[in-house]
T-cell receptor
Framework: SQQGEEDPQALSIQEGENATMNCSYK?????LQWYRQNSGRGLVHLIL?????REKHSGRLRVTLDTSKKSSSLLITASRAADTASYFC???????FGAGTRLTVKP | GAVVSQHPSRVICKSGTSVKIECRSL??????MFWYRQFPKKSLMLMAT?????????EQGVEKDKFLINHASLTLSTLTVTSAHPEDSSFYIC??????????????FGDGTRLSIL
């Protein structure tokens, strides 16, 4: 069964807007990670957040983690057309992915 | 940074052919590698966990005899699709984790292999 489940499944925004994606997982975790996949390519690691962290930043990325709700969110600020991709989350202990969020950023 | 090389990137072959896909960790050792399959516009489906020096652990519904996995060294795992048929056409992706990190660091992915069976 899939561990990470992303929401929404698809998101379309204009360049410059912020994009927020959510992720829910089923089991207890130690770390949660977010990945990005461009069409026809492998996954690229974006950010890892540990279970004792509530928020983490990396450039235009902001990730939050709520272990009580078993959920995480990824915020991309000031989006660019190059951010167009699919985004996935997964607990590090169990590398099963959900359907992902397909983000389209229109120029 | 950690690099995973997957080869070949694309394969087109006739039905009945067996196809081998290699996954190498270039600058780290990986006791565990993962093999995924992805259909167009769908998520990655975990097929199996490849363990160095031992048998792979397959996910439910994945045929062990169809998808042979060998993890003979700390830097190489191979997936062989035996007697491939058109329904095996898909995008296959591997990932690896640095053995020296105690499982606390992220997976690193290869660029995938697009397999097309005619």
């Amino acid at each position: 069964s899939q561990q990470g489940e992303e929401d929404p499944q698809a998101l379309s925004i204009q360049e410059g807007e912020n994009a927020t994606m959510n992720c829910s997982y089923k089991t207890s975790i130690n770390n949660l990670q977010w990945y990005r996949q461009n069409s026809g390519r492998g996954l690229v690691h974006l950010i890892l957040i540990r279970s004792n962290e509530r928020e983490k930043h990396s450039g235009r990325l902001r990730v939050t983690l709520d272990t009580s709700k078993k959920s995480s969110s990824l915020l991309i600020t000031a989006s660019r057309a190059a951010d167009t991709a699919s985004y996935f989350c997964a607990p590090i202990i169990d590398m099963r992915f959900g359907a992902g969020t397909r983000l389209t950023v229109k120029p | 940074g950690a690099v995973v090389s997957q080869h070949p990137s694309r394969v087109i072959c006739k039905s009945g052919t067996s196809v081998k896909i290699e996954c190498r960790s270039l600058d780290f050792q990986a006791t565990t590698m993962f093999w995924y399959r992805q259909f167009p516009k769908k998520s990655l489906m975990l097929m199996a966990t490849s363990n160095e020096g031992s048998k792979a652990t397959y996910e439910q519904g994945v045929e062990k005899d169809k998808f042979l996995i060998n993890h003979a060294s700390l830097t190489l795992s191979t997936l062989t699709v035996t007697s491939a048929h058109p329904e095996d056409s898909s995008f296959y992706i591997c990932s690896a984790r640095d053995a020296g990190t105690g499982g606390s660091q992220p997976q690193h992915f290869g660029d995938g292999t697009r397999l097309s069976i005619l």
